[in-house]
Every structure is written in structure tokens, then in C-alpha cells.
């Protein structure tokens, strides 16, 4: 094992490519100022400014959700950690940014943040304008309702025209679930983020709320009893990192920290912290793809 780390770590530096020393996520570990990666690349510049800015959830429990203390928590959070550990930045240094599902192309290609990890489903559509490292995580699409109503049972019980159900702009949700409406005009309510449709199921002002089941389940979690999931999954997301459509590089880099902590127990470490309190499944961490 050791001689084929060895072996690895030879073959990286004759790439020309360093080694991040170990900055813990432990805030008060300085990252190491002399780790040295590939010049000119994504992660010498984040190494030596020693800052990253990561958009993130700030409405969603178990994945990213924004604390009492202005900072997110959740299993995309802690991916986010991981990475910037990697480059050598200490978790206080991350300036973390709320993403919205509508915006993320748009605020990597703008470069307001240097990476997107936000329950960010992996799609050709997106492929057009970003990149994606990963999959790290795969979920799929499902329904949430009211604990007292049995009338909706997957998404063919919006097919007859009357029920309402409500997801996000620019998610990948809003656009599976419109094949099973009658009348987009009135069955579909869209809003910027997750925590709007929960309220609007809670008013009645929709029947349902969909997008992925690791989201919802966060949120039937934190109901006190209030909602329950319908029916099953009927779709794969499989979860990606955002990063600049041409930035191979650091695609790759992000990709090798993947299966890195897929191996070392980080990976389970981080689910078992944060999502994995309403799931107790803890995933096995999906082959990453080097497209
Ligand atoms: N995974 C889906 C997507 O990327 C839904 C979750 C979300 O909106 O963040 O669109």
C-alpha cells in the first residue's frame, strides 16, 4: 500500500503537478503555504491566496442549510470542505455563497465562485455552459405531501389536471415533472428555492412539493410529522461539482479528491455528519466520470 502511494505520488511529480500538505478542516490549522500545484493552474491560484468561494444551498437540510452562526451545514458543505483541505485552505477561509438553483451556470461562468456544489445534478444541458467533476452522490427525484393525504401517490396523480405541486426555477425537477401535468399554467408553481414551496405546501396553496428525495427527506425530517414522502423515485440525479466549462485541471483534481475519500472514510464520515442523520444508508460513493 505504501510503495503504491509511493509509486503515485512519483508519478504525480513527474507531472509537474504537487501535493497538497495536510490542512486540517479544523479552522485554527493554517494550510500550508509551500504546497505547490501544477503553475498557472486553479488550484496554485486558490492555494496561494488561500481563500475559496464556494456557492452552496442555504435552505436545505442535510445538504446545505444555513445556521444560527451565518454559516452552511450539510453533506455538500462538507464536500466543499474536503476540497478546500485539499488545496490547503483552512475551513474558515471558505466564503461560502448562497446558489440558487437558477443561477448556477451563471455564477460559475462569471467566475463569482470558484466552484458549485449544490445537490447540482449532472445533465448535457448543463454540460453546454460548465463542468462537472463527480458524480459524488446519485439521487432521484420524488413527490412530498401532507401527512393526512393519501390522494397523491407518485407523479401520475397530477396527470388528471388538479393538483398543484410546487419546485424551482431552473431545477431539474420543474422540467421532469411537466410530462405528468395536464395544465403546466395551473398545476405548476415555481419559486427560487425549496424552503418557498414547503411553505406553500404547509399554507395549501400547493398539494405537493418535488425535487429530489435526499432534499425532501431533510425536509420531512424537520416537520415534526407535518409531511411525508409519496410514492417513489422516479428519476436519477446524479449529484456534480460545478466547475469553469474549460478548467480540465481542476475538474481532475476535484475528481482524484473524490476517489480519495471514497477510500479513507471521509466521504462516509461527512454523509454520516450531516444528511445522514434523516438517511441512514450511507451511500456507497458512485464512480466518478472523467468525461
Ligand atoms: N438536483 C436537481 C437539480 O440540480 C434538483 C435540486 C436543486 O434544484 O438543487 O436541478
Given amino acids: 500500500m505504501l510503495m503504491k502511494r509511493l509509486a503515485a505520488a512519483a508519478a504525480i511529480a513527474v507531472l509537474g503537478v504537487g501535493v497538497a500538505a495536510c490542512g486540517g478542516t479544523d479552522p485554527a490549522t493554517p494550510g500550508p503555504s509551500t ?22 444551498k442555504f435552505d436545505q437540510p ?13 453533506f455538500d458543505v462538507e464536500i466543499g470542505k474536503l476540497i478546500a483541505k485539499e488545496l490547503g485552505i483552512p475551513a474558515d477561509k471558505i466564503e461560502w455563497v448562497e446558489t440558487k438553483s437558477a443561477v448556477r451556470e451563471e455564477v460559475i461562468e462569471k467566475g463569482t465562485v470558484d466552484l458549485v456544489v449544490a445537490t447540482y445534478t449532472i445533465n448535457d444541458a448543463r ?9 459524488y452522490y446519485v439521487a432521484g427525484q420524488h413527490i412530498m405531501v401532507r401527512s393526512d393525504d393519501s390522494s397523491i401517490t407518485g407523479p401520475d396523480s397530477f396527470k388528471e389536471g388538479t393538483k398543484k405541486v410546487c419546485s424551482v426555477q431552473g431545477s431539474t425537477p420543474a422540467t421532469n415533472i411537466k410530462k405528468y401535468l395536464k395544465d403546466e399554467a395551473t398545476q405548476l408553481v415555481l419559486f427560487g428555492g425549496y424552503a418557498e414551496c414547503v411553505d406553500a405546501l404547509k399554507n395549501k396553496t400547493v398539494d ?9 427527506l431533510g425536509f420531512v425530517a424537520s416537520s415534526n410529522g407535518a409531511y411525508k414522502l409519496a410514492g417513489n423515485k422516479f428519476t436519477d440525479e446524479p449529484y456534480g461539482i460545478g466547475v469553469k466549462k474549460d478548467d480540465t485541471d481542476f475538474r481532475n483534481f476535484i475528481n482524484d479528491l473524490l476517489e480519495k475519500i471514497a477510500k479513507d472514510g471521509s466521504y462516509a464520515k461527512a454523509w454520516n455528519d450531516t444528511a445522514g442523520k434523516f438517511d441512514k444508508n ?7 466520470n472523467r468525461y
Avoid at 505547490?36 to 491560484?45: D, I
Avoid at 454540460?127 to 458524480?135: M, S
Avoid at 450511507?282 to 466518478?288: C, G, N, S
Fill in 62 to 74: 442535510g445538504f446545505g442549510l444555513k445556521g444560527l452562526d451565518g454559516k452552511p451545514a450539510g
Fill in 127 to 135: 454540460k453546454q455552459r460548465i463542468a462537472f467533476a463527480g458524480p
Fill in 208 to 216: 405537493a412539493v418535488t425535487t429530489d428525495n435526499v432534499i425532501l
Fill in 35 to 56: 504546497a505547490s500545484f501544477k503553475a498557472g493552474s486553479t488550484m496554485e491560484k486558490l492555494n496561494k491566496a488561500q481563500k475559496i468561494t464556494i456557492g452552496t
Fill in 282 to 288: 450511507t451511500p456507497t460513493a458512485p464512480a466518478v
